[in-house]
């Protein structure tokens, strides 16, 4: 069974920019959730989609959105980027909901360089 | 919002030594869960604890949960260089996870 996968590995953006990753669950997983991290604040939930609705909503401001298609796979999107937006972004799918107490299996990250 | 504090930070320990890593919670846990990072790559489930005073084993890796204490702890037996990595602790939501335990294993 394949894992998670996230395209793309890596990325360089400038300042200002929009950028959009993409996240494939594994198949049968109707859950992805989205991470940051960074070795400043650590691990830090950005949101969780279940059946194409966003369930829950971490404490990152409204640049950060995301989405979940029917198919379960999922994108996150950051609009006018900042230098400190700069951060390994990790999705994680689940068979139903993370959020109900269930393991999560993540996908290998994106790393999002802002200069 | 809740809080898990890892402690130690960082552990450099020679290849056979045993080790303890400690997550405590600002608040009630309920239900923790165990994973493993290398380093620049994504989480892997080492396990899930729910209730208080359940302990759970994987090869050489045990948790327990005490939901008294807020505290959950992970303890590595014979410790090996393939258990080198970041081990954070999550909560039973997982919308928080710990600062993370970095853990060397010296051959």
Redesign the interface.
Known sequence: KAG?TQTPRYLIKTRGQQVTLSCSPISGHRSV?W?QQTPGQ????LFEYFSETQR?K??FPGRFSGRQFSNSRSEMNVSTLELGDSA?Y?C?SSLVR??D?Y???????T?LTVT | SQELEQSPQSLIVQEGKNLTINCTSSKTLYGLYWYKQKYGEGLIFLMMLQKGGEEKSHEKITAKLDEKKQQSSLHITASQPSHAGIYLCGEGNQFYFGTGTSLTVIP
Do not use: M
Request: net charge neutral; hydrophobic share 35%.
């Open positions: 998670v959730s991470y650590g691990l830090q939930f829950n971490g404490n390994l990790l994680a993370a959020s107490s393991e999560q299996y993540f996908g290998p990250g790393r």
